[in-house]
């Protein structure tokens, strides 16, 4: 198969990006993306099996914001109070079955969303004001393009990924990748699936992949930040890792375990006191950082150890009955530096019980999860680097301060958190402020989903969040919220194959961030044409 593409494209897609400053990157990007959504189906849509979906939403609430579940784990679709959204997409998937294969996809959304106040210090002034904010009216969604060859793949572009552990329908979120934030551009490479390990006879199996990114949201910092105290960090990159083990899948009882890690690097940092600049720091993003942030080490400029990292210890046991169904319980532990992955952090992370039925019914499935994030390995952090002239030479790696850092921005993409939503992320700070404030959480949560009979389809999801505020700075006044999503969907393939409509009403009550009422209704349209 042979493509002829039109030389002033060639310019576009092959235009040299290292030459380019944010903003410019950004529109080149842009260019580049329409020009493979233009050329490539035309050029070989006939000649492979596509899938074509367009869809178009409605949501209206009476809060700032969309409520918890609705907004949670959506690859950062819904973030308002009231949307109108159309969103167009097409791909074509790889083979499995097949030694070599590749696949492509290419998803675009436009609307109208309502807008947030945000608070801002004006240092000229020295005064506070408020300014509006809402999400961009037509932006990419994904864009890439992927290869495989035997268990091993790669992958370029921008590209949605759920937890890799987790039930993703039912589950609160995945502590390190939810699928919570929009995706990343990124290249990512390893193993596609769970591969045999050599001389094991099929008793332990490994997956494991690792992805490089640049983040692409250094306007939208530099939109929400109020300009008085704190950081913001532009122009990040971002290294994603995971290594995961398990045990033979045929068994009735098999265990998957491993670890999950991202590394935050690179980017200009500006530190702001009072509304006035203070320091600066260029952090360096050379071959030498890539290949610290795989195994992390001093030091890249930072006086310690390079980049933000965090990641999780992930086990999970499942067990299947005679019957088909399965009982799965799970855990995650979240770790921020030495002390975390030393389990020195007591009882913090996600605890679950899942269950899967063999077939549709009236519950296809269900979980229950608690979240713990107050120990964070003691409230004492101290760093003699960060103490010049101390005679104390030891370190106390306490106060973890989960999804927050120093030298960097916190573990969010366009304001979401990439981990769990459940701790509120900077988005809900209208008061300008970048990081998260009340990491220091307990919750529980539950899911359940099911089949009604008559193409109906349910899910129910519900859960309890109290937040204390993070190791460092505690509040006031601890905040929380009850939440509780009804979803239904009809597939009425009897009428209109491909046909799908999509209702949820959710209530909201508390402060993360405050009391919600809003209901989100679809209308999906899906065509497979194969070969």
């Not at 899948?249 to 200009?268: D, H, I, K, N, Y």
Request: proline content about 4%.
């Amino acid at each position: 198969m042979v493509l002829s593409v039109p030389n002033e494209i060639k310019k576009i897609l092959f235009y040299n990006l290292e030459s380019c400053d944010d903003m410019n990157f950004r529109r080149r990007f842009r260019q580049s993306a329409v020009a493979f959504a233009l050329v490539l189906p035309f050029a070989i849509s006939a000649e492979l099996p596509m899938n074509y979906e367009g869809e178009f939403s409605v949501g209206a609430g009476s809060g700032d914001f969309a409520p918890f579940y609705i907004s949670s784990l959506r690859h950062g679709r819904f973030t308002q109070a009231d949307n109108v959204q159309a969103e167009a997409r097409l791909w074509h998937d790889m083979d499995y079955d097949r030694r070599f294969s590749f696949g492509f996809g290419f998803d675009v959304i436009g609307g109208y969303s309502s807008a947030v106040s945000y608070e801002r210090y004006d240092r000229e002034s020295n005064s506070w004001f408020y300014h509006s904010e809402r999400p961009s009216m037509l932006r990419i969604q994904q864009l890439y393009g992927e290869i495989k060859y035997r268990g091993v793949f790669v992958e370029a572009g921008m590209k949605e990924h759920d937890s890799p552990i987790l039930p993703q329908s039912l589950t609160s979120g995945d502590l390190v990748e939810s699928g919570n934030a929009r995706p990343i551009p990124q290249i990512r490479a390893g193993f596609w699936d769970f591969q045999n390990i050599p001389f094991t006879n099929g008793w332990m199996q490994i997956s494991g992949e690792v992805a490089f990114g640049k983040m692409m949201d250094s306007s939208w910092w530099r939109d929400h930040y109020n300009y008085y105290s704190y950081h913001i960090c532009e122009n990040e990159l971002y290294n994603y890792k995971r290594c995961y083990f398990r045990t033979k899948p045929t068994e009735r009882l098999s265990v998957t375990f491993g670890m999950q890690a991202v590394a935050v690097f690179g980017g200009t940092n500006r530190y702001y006191r009072r509304g006035e600049l203070i320091l600066e720091d260029k952090y360096p993003a050379g071959i030498k950082e890539f290949f610290m942030m795989l195994l992390p080490s001093k030091d890249g400029g930072e006086g310690f150890v390079s980049g933000n990292h965090l990641g999780t210890w992930d086990i999970k046991a499942r067990y299947a009955f005679a019957n088909g169904s399965e009982l799965s319980a799970y855990c995650s532990w979240l770790w921020e530096d030495g002390s975390g992955i030393g389990k020195l952090n007591g009882w913090d992370g996600l605890w679950g019980l899942g269950y899967k039925a063999k077939s549709k019914g009236l519950v296809s499935g269900a979980v229950v999860e608690y979240l713990d994030f107050t120990n964070q390995s003691g409230p004492i952090h101290f760093a003699p680097v960060d103490n010049p002239g101390t005679t104390v030479p030891d370190h106390v790696s306490g106060a973890d301060d989960y999804y927050n850092n120093a030298s960097h921005n916190s573990y969010a993409y366009y304001g979401q958190s990439l981990g769990t939503p459940a701790i509120m992320a900077p988005i809900y700070n209208r008061d300008g402020y970048p990081g998260f404030i009340a990491n220091s959480l307990r919750g529980f949560h539950i899911g359940v989903e099911g089949e009604l009979g008559g193409d109906i389809s349910y899910r129910l999801k519900g859960g309890y969040r109290k937040a204390w505020g993070t190791s460092k700075a505690m509040l006031k006044t601890p905040i929380h919220e009850t939440a509780v999503m009804l979803e239904a969907n009809w597939h009425p393939a009897t009428l209109v194959k491909g046909l799908s409509l999509n209702m949820q009403v959710e209530l909201d009550r508390g402060t993360m961030p405050g009391n919600a009422f809003g209901a989100l209704v679809g209308i999906k349209y899906k065509i497979s044409r194969q070969k």
